[in-house]
């Protein structure tokens, strides 16, 4: 079987490493996304286990056109009952760049008519469309004359996890929280504190690592749970499989607010990630803070200054460099922000560089890494 799994930008090279490491074959990686192949217990352990994915989709069918009509008719070759039944509703996802349409969802409707058609000449009936909730949701990708018919397999995006129902104004997406730790190199041998801890989704992401819990693990609903093809046992021997290998955390994983309010929030998340005994939260001012040990890891998502003053903003980027060199010697920061001119106040000069996006906003993620000594040691 042909999948793809799809990500936030900057995080394929993750995303294909978790992949490779659950035994998926021919990875190829492309824009946002990861190419693989597999079986289908492949596709559920990676719904289920991967923290870089945030959806998986089943190809099922792939074709050129010349013209409109070769969609209808190459749609209706498709064996639609291998995943569902007239009585299910459906919902077709189109992202159309062809110039054989000028409106992105004509080819959607199109696509429509031969999953219909294809019941009513086979059973007499049809599925029903159902954008809000649907059986299957269809993915149909058409490039040029290059057209790709998915099945997503997830649904509701994989970021959302299911331990976070209480959140600060500016939340990070769980993937994008995951894939920072994973890319930064960290091991769950070494302490790692997030001092600007918002509703504590770094802190949690570095726990479900650090325990090695799979993030799929507290989600009620998968995509492919509603196939016709769905295998609950095959399902239930993968969640066995990646829930045995779950241990206690064994290294100090911290986090803090400016904000009581935002850390009792914070709190409420941990414990639903069953995390009260791995990740410890306290209200404390960043400035206050100093490192447990000369070798832990410091993540920082701050304000990027949308909502803030640019004189307020700036003097909390020098407060952020000022802290992490004279409290945090021998430590590892990683930074992500989408406000660059705030970030020439930090004054470090970066080991490492990376672009990534927040939701809409383009970030940059830099690594510090404060050395203990003199610049004129050359570790400064």
Same mark, same amino acid.
């Given at each position: 079987?042909?999948?793809?799994?799809?990500?936030?930008?900057?995080?394929?090279?993750?995303?294909?490493?978790?992949?490779?490491?659950?035994?998926?074959?021919?990875?190829?990686?492309?824009?946002?996304?990861?190419?693989?192949?597999?079986?289908?217990?492949?596709?559920?352990?990676?719904?289920?286990?991967?923290?870089?994915?945030?959806?998986?989709?089943?190809?099922?069918?792939?074709?050129?056109i010349r013209s409109k009509i070769d969609l209808y008719k190459e749609g209706l070759k498709i064996e639609w009952d291998r995943y569902m039944d007239p009585d299910n509703t459906f919902s077709i996802v189109p992202v159309i760049n062809?110039?054989?349409?000028?409106?992105?969802?004509?080819?959607?409707?199109?696509?429509?008519?031969?999953?219909?058609?294809?019941?009513?000449?086979?059973?007499?009936?049809?599925?029903?469309?159902?954008?809000?909730?649907?059986?299957?949701?269809?993915?149909?990708?058409?490039?040029?004359?290059?057209?790709?018919?998915?099945?997503?397999?997830?649904v509701v995006p994989l970021f959302k996890r299911g331990y976070r129902q209480d959140q600060s104004v500016a939340p990070l997406n769980e993937v994008l929280a995951a894939g920072i730790i994973l890319l930064s190199g960290w091991k769950?041998?070494?302490?790692?504190?997030?001092?600007?801890?918002?509703?504590?989704?770094?802190?949690?992401?570095?726990?479900l690592i650090a325990c090695r819990i799979p993030p799929g693990k507290f989600r009620q609903f998968f995509g492919f749970q509603r196939w016709r093809d769905f295998d609950e046992d095959l399902f239930e021997k993968i969640r066995n499989?990646?829930?045995?290998?779950?241990?206690?955390?064994?290294?100090?994983?911290?986090?803090?607010?400016?904000?009581?309010?935002?850390?009792?929030?914070?709190?409420?998340?941990?414990?639903?990630?069953?995390?009260?005994?791995?990740?410890?939260?306290?209200?404390?001012?960043?400035?206050?803070?100093?490192?447990?040990?000369?070798?832990?890891?410091?993540?920082?998502?701050?304000?990027?200054?949308?909502?803030?003053?640019? #004189?307020? !903003?700036?003097?909390? %980027?020098? =407060?952020?460099?000022? /802290?992490? *060199?004279?409290?945090?010697?021998?430590?590892?920061?990683?930074?992500?922000?989408?406000?660059?001119?705030?970030?020439?106040?930090?004054?470090?000069?970066?080991?490492?560089?990376?672009?990534?996006?927040?939701?809409?906003? #383009?970030? !940059?993620?830099?690594? %510090?890494? =404060?050395?203990?000594? /003199?610049? *004129?040691?050359?570790?400064?």
């Amino acid at each position: 079987m042909r999948f793809v799994a799809k990500t936030l930008y900057g995080l394929e090279k993750v995303l294909s490493e978790e992949l490779i490491s659950m035994g998926a074959g021919m990875v190829q990686i492309a824009n946002r996304a990861v190419l693989f192949e597999g079986e289908m217990s492949l596709l559920y352990r990676v719904n289920y286990a991967a923290r870089t994915a945030l959806s998986v989709l089943l190809v099922i069918a792939d074709f050129r056109i010349r013209s409109k009509i070769d969609l209808y008719k190459e749609g209706l070759k498709i064996e639609w009952d291998r995943y569902m039944d007239p009585d299910n509703t459906f919902s077709i996802v189109p992202v159309i760049n062809s110039p054989h349409f000028s409106h992105t969802g004509y080819p959607g409707l199109i696509l429509k008519d031969s999953v219909a058609d294809y019941f009513r000449n086979k059973t007499g009936r049809r599925p029903s469309v159902d954008n809000s909730n649907p059986t299957v949701l269809i993915n149909l990708h058409i490039s040029n004359d290059m057209v790709t018919i998915s099945l997503d397999s997830s649904v509701v995006p994989l970021f959302k996890r299911g331990y976070r129902q209480d959140q600060s104004v500016a939340p990070l997406n769980e993937v994008l929280a995951a894939g920072i730790i994973l890319l930064s190199g960290w091991k769950a041998s070494a302490t790692l504190t997030d001092p600007m801890c918002g509703s504590g989704t770094l802190p949690i992401e570095a726990g479900l690592i650090a325990c090695r819990i799979p993030p799929g693990k507290f989600r009620q609903f998968f995509g492919f749970q509603r196939w016709r093809d769905f295998d609950e046992d095959l399902f239930e021997k993968i969640r066995n499989d990646c829930n045995s290998l779950i241990v206690p955390s064994s290294v100090k994983i911290s986090g803090s607010d400016i904000s009581e309010q935002t850390v009792q929030v914070a709190k409420a998340n941990v414990a639903r990630a069953g995390l009260n005994d791995a990740v410890v939260l306290e209200t404390s001012d960043f400035k206050d803070l100093k490192a447990s040990d000369d070798s832990g890891y410091v993540f920082l998502n701050p304000p990027y200054g949308q909502r803030i003053q640019p #004189e307020e !903003i700036n003097n909390l %980027y020098n =407060m952020i460099g000022t /802290t992490l *060199k004279h409290n945090f010697p021998g430590n590892t920061a990683w930074l992500i922000t989408s406000n660059k001119e705030s970030l020439k106040h930090v004054g470090l000069k970066p080991k490492e560089k990376h672009i990534l996006f927040n939701g809409a906003l #383009e970030c !940059i993620l830099l690594k %510090y890494e =404060m050395y203990q000594g /003199t610049k *004129k040691q050359g570790r400064s």
